[in-house]
């Protein structure tokens, strides 16, 4: 089965970038949707078909996706932006969809 | 617009539950639908989706023969009925619009298998 691959753990000073990634093979392939997860609520889709921004997404996140590394750039971080990240690509092979463990995004 | 889960509850091994997602200010027929879970402390997991007019269903492996996911779009209702329920079943359920690109999520219901 397809696996997706992130870091457990992303620290970042305020009002800098950080960048989540998510490793896949050949994921550049695929579309790639990230949710972001805060403490104790439901998750909420940032970002979908690699680059497009959900609706009252800030334009301090962005999406890229190629080869076999997807990326999820979160430009001026700031406090609120604590939260679980998660990638998740539907696999046609076996008509699954697959998220990754999830990166857990601290600003220091 | 509003998705709400319900029919979450503890159950022992091998029991059975149906959990309930009703959405309220929108249609739901006009969309796929999915089941996420969420064991606690852990990431999310998708269970399963379901087309538009239901003939369309996918699981994850483990679930697949054990749960059962349906709809009844004229009571803008999508169901996830789940049998032989194990430990490892254990966790917040999740309904959300969308197939994989998922808009919108409801709050969440607990179901926990335990003796």
């Known amino acids: 089965s397809y696996v997706l691959t992130q870091p457990p753990s992303v620290s970042v000073a305020p009002g800098q970038t950080a960048s989540l990634t998510c490793g896949g093979h050949d994921i550049g392939s695929k579309s790639v949707h990230w949710y972001q997860q805060q403490p104790g609520q439901a998750p909420l889709l940032v970002v979908f078909?690699?680059?497009n921004r959900a609706s009252g997404i800030p334009e301090r996140f962005s999406g890229s996706n190629s080869g076999n590394t997807a990326t999820l750039t979160i430009s001026r971080v700031e406090a609120g932006d604590e939260a679980d990240f998660y990638c998740?690509?539907?696999?046609?092979?076996?008509?699954?969809?697959?998220f990754g463990g999830g990166t857990k995004l601290t600003v220091l | 617009v509003q998705l709400v889960e319900s029919g979450g509850s503890l159950v022992q091994p091998g029991g059975s539950l149906r959990l309930s997602c009703t959405a309220s200010?929108?249609?739901?027929?006009?969309?796929?639908m999915s089941w996420v879970r969420q064991a606690p402390g852990k990431g999310l997991e998708w269970v399963a989706n379901i087309g538009e007019d239901g003939s369309e269903k996918f699981y994850v492996d483990s679930v697949r023969g054990r749960f059962t996911i349906s709809r009844d779009n004229a009571k803008n209702t999508m169901y996830l009925q789940m049998d032989s329920l194990r430990a490892e079943d254990t966790a917040f359920y999740f309904c959300?619009?969308?197939?994989?690109?998922?808009?919108?999520w409801g709050q969440g219901t607990l179901v926990s298998v335990s003796s």
């Open positions: 200010g929108l249609t739901l027929s006009r969309t796929w």
């Open positions: 998740a690509v539907w696999d046609g092979d076996t008509d699954q969809v697959v």
């Open positions: 959300a619009r969308g197939k994989v690109t998922m808009l919108q």
């Open positions: 078909d690699d680059n």
